[in-house]
């Protein structure tokens, strides 16, 4: 190649392509065992929604028929984004209508959608500026994970922060642990938000210690420096800049269909509900694990959508259109 350019172009096909053989070597291991979910919603009508959401979008003075419909709108006037959503998910090996309906979630539960994409961007500035941590009182996240519970730890970003995840509810959560307490909460809730509990942020709402759990894919698929979880701000500024951010959206729904797919047998990429719902709850793996023990080789439980992921399949025509 005579340029730069030319070399980037070919570097990120070549990782796209590693990425996406990548993703079939377990399909083709899994070939006679793995069952296409069908598409569509198994809930005739929509599972409850949470009443923290109808609360805060009470508080908002709005709906959440409107909230969809802004980013609805958002999506279909704002092309620059729909290119930068078609884009991500190729480089995943996703089709891209899981990262609508995620985002479509998202901002019709969770957050209101912005009125226009640079907002975010002016938030992302304003964070990345901000000096602060991720701790809990004056213990470090560096040193806390430094602990010997923490010992057996390792491999890539996902493994290892799924492990450092799986130590904090086994031996830290709601105990008393070297005259210290831990809250009864969720690891991601009590080191990773410094600013209130529950806090997301960016297009995608994407939580900081999933984020990190992400990084080596990211980093892989869209040659994103990894991050550290001793500088907060970039992890920050990594899942707020919409620039940055979709690889983190599209990383998070390849790995749950990878997990459903290498450990329950099944695949739930033909149904941008349960990509959806799992986007919204998280934990992927795990919840994989439960569903292969329910179905024990035998007969078929399938996956179901939650209320998030019921209105992404129940409004899946209209918001195919998009695309």
Not at 67 to 87: C, G, H, P, Q, V
Not at 235 to 264: E, G, H, N, Q, W
Not at 289 to 316: C, F, H, M, Q, T
């Amino acid at each position: 190649m005579d340029s730069r350019e030319d070399w980037l172009i070919v570097r990120r096909f070549v990782i796209s392509f590693i990425i996406a053989l990548t993703c079939l070597v377990p399909t083709l291991a899994l070939a006679r065992n793995v069952v296409v979910v069908p598409p569509g919603n198994r809930h005739a009508e929509q599972p409850a929604i949470p009443g923290a959401s109808v609360r805060r979008t009470k508080a908002g003075k709005t709906s959440f028929d409107q909230k969809y419909e802004k980013i609805r709108d958002l999506l279909a006037s704002d092309r620059k984004l729909m290119s930068k959503i078609k884009s991500t998910a190729s480089a995943y090996g996703i089709d891209p209508i899981h990262i609508v309906g995620a985002l479509v979630g998202e901002h019709t539960y969770n957050v209101d959608a912005y009125d226009r994409l640079q907002s975010y961007y002016v938030k992302a500035a304003s964070y990345a500026g901000n000096s602060f941590r991720f701790a809990y009182e004056d213990e470090s996240i560096a040193d806390f994970v430094a602990r010997p519970e923490f010992s057996q730890c390792g491999g890539d970003s996902y493994k290892l922060w799924s492990c450092r995840e799986a130590v904090w509810e086994k031996s830290f959560r709601g105990r008393s642990v070297g005259g210290k307490s831990f809250p009864n909460n969720r690891f991601s809730a009590v080191f990773f938000q410094p600013f209130y509990a529950g806090q997301t942020f960016g297009l995608g709402q994407v939580n900081p210690l999933t984020a990190l759990m992400l990084s080596d894919m990211v980093s892989r698929a869209s040659g994103l420096e990894k991050l550290d979880a001793n500088d907060a701000a970039a992890v920050y500024k990594a899942i707020m800049d919409p620039d940055m951010s979709l690889a983190f959206t599209a990383a998070a729904i390849r790995r749950s269909i990878d997990d459903y797919r290498s450990v329950a047998g099944m695949d739930i990429s033909k149904n941008p509900g349960l990509t959806a719902t799992l986007y919204n709850v998280g934990g992927s793996l795990s919840r994989a694990r439960a569903l292969a023990a329910k179905n024990g080789g035998e007969g078929s439980v399938w996956p179901e959508e939650n209320y998030y992921g019921w209105l992404i399949n129940d409004k899946l025509d209209e918001l195919q259109a998009l695309l």
